[in-house]
């Protein structure tokens, strides 16, 4: 007798160690199965949010690329502007001669712009998207680019009226005072298309009295 209730005493042992261990195997597999990895749908949504994120980041540095490429060529217009009416008020002043063919957008001097005791024959106009110079028509040279137009204003003192009076090519005004002009007024429009399609566009405006008595 005492046998067997030895006997069923290890059975209830084993038997009790047997749940014991299916306990602790149903433990880790619940906490196996809350450490696995991600599900596809939640998988899904990081991939779309990463997306989302990168995009962002992509549009900020194409804007601020496009933004800096037009910030320089705003500049490069100021330069070249600054510089087209630097040079054509600073040539003008110093003419002694008018071509009477001169217009409202091209105008054809003689005058000794270098300095150098010589005249000579100086046109400025805006042909081809450029500014150009040169000695006369058939012999100009494309200068500055992205010029639209250019325009000159002259204007004679009339003594009479003590006042400036303003010509207008090809009138018979002009043709009877163009040699009495003493003041011209330059306008010239520039423009640059920039990355990303960004039109700019700057006017730069000039005024010039000439030192010197026409012929």
């Known amino acids: 007798v005492m046998a067997a209730v030895g ?62 490429a037009a910030s320089y060529d705003l500049v490069r217009i100021d330069e070249d502007g600054t ?48 500014l150009k110079r040169g000695s006369g028509e058939g012999a100009m040279n494309e200068w500055i680019a992205g010029a639209d137009q250019l325009s000159f204003r002259y204007f004679y003192y009339d003594e009479e009226t003590n006042q400036e009076v303003e010509l207008t090519p090809g009138t018979l005004d002009w043709n009877t005072y163009y040699t009495l002009i003493r003041h011209i007024d330059i306008e010239l429009d520039l423009s640059r298309q920039s990355a990303g399609s960004i039109e700019m566009s700057r006017t730069f405006l000039g005024s010039v009295y000439l030192r010197n008595d026409l012929e």
């Open 7 to 68: 006997t069923w005493e290890i059975i209830e042992m084993e038997v009790e160690s047997m749940r014991g261990k299916t306990e602790m195997t149903r433990e880790r597999y619940a906490a196996f199965k809350a450490e696995e990895g991600f599900t596809l749908a939640e998988l899904m949504v990081v991939v779309i949010i990463m997306g989302i994120f990168l995009t962002g980041v992509m549009v900020m540095i194409v804007n601020a690329v496009n933004s800096s």
């Open 83 to 130: 510089e087209a009416i630097s040079v054509m008020t600073r040539q003008l002043r110093v003419a002694v001669s008018l071509d009477p063919g001169s217009t409202a957008s091209v105008v054809t001097f003689i005058g000794d712009v270098d300095g150098d005791g010589n005249d000579d024959s100086v046109r400025f106009e805006v042909s081809d998207g450029y």
